[in-house]
């Protein structure tokens, strides 16, 4: 099982991850796009990589703006496999 990351390695890898912040166990993205359909469009292109990796997004869709959340359920808190998806779903446009 993923390890939970010590706290300076949040921390640093916090830092090469623009646009996300960090509460508690969770890391949090928000997006915004032009209407409803494009913010789908964005959510449907999560799948692939998500089930993949078989690490699923917590996802809050408002109109045009998508928050994602990532934590490790099984670990109890972030681990490698967060910061990966966050990195993958900060490479997709
Ligand atoms: C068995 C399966 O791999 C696990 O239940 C996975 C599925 N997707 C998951 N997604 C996330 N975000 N955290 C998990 O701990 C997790 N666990």
Same mark, same amino acid.
């Given at each position: *099982?993923?390890?939970?990351?010590? !706290?300076?390695? /949040?921390?640093?890898?916090?830092?090469? #991850? =623009?646009?996300?912040?960090? !509460?508690?166990? *969770? #890391?949090?993205? !928000?997006?915004?796009? @032009?209407?409803?359909?494009?913010? &789908?469009?964005?959510?449907?292109?999560?799948?692939? =990589?998500?089930?993949?990796?078989?690490?699923? =997004?917590?996802?809050? &869709?408002?109109?045009? @703006?998508?928050? &994602?959340?990532?934590?490790?359920?099984?670990?109890?808190?972030?681990? !490698?496999?967060?910061?990966? *998806?966050?990195?993958? /779903?900060?490479?997709? @446009?």
């Amino acid at each position: *099982m993923a390890q939970v990351l010590p !706290e300076t390695e /949040i921390q640093e890898r916090l830092r090469q #991850l =623009p646009g996300w912040s960090r !509460e508690g166990k *969770m #890391l949090h993205c !928000e997006r915004k796009f @032009k209407d409803f359909v494009e913010a &789908i469009a964005f959510v449907n292109q999560l799948v692939e =990589p998500a089930e993949t990796a078989a690490h699923h =997004p917590d996802l809050e &869709i408002s109109y045009n @703006k998508v928050t &994602i959340s990532l934590t490790t359920h099984d670990a109890g808190g972030l681990t !490698e496999k967060d910061f990966q *998806m966050a990195q993958t /779903i900060s490479e997709l @446009k």
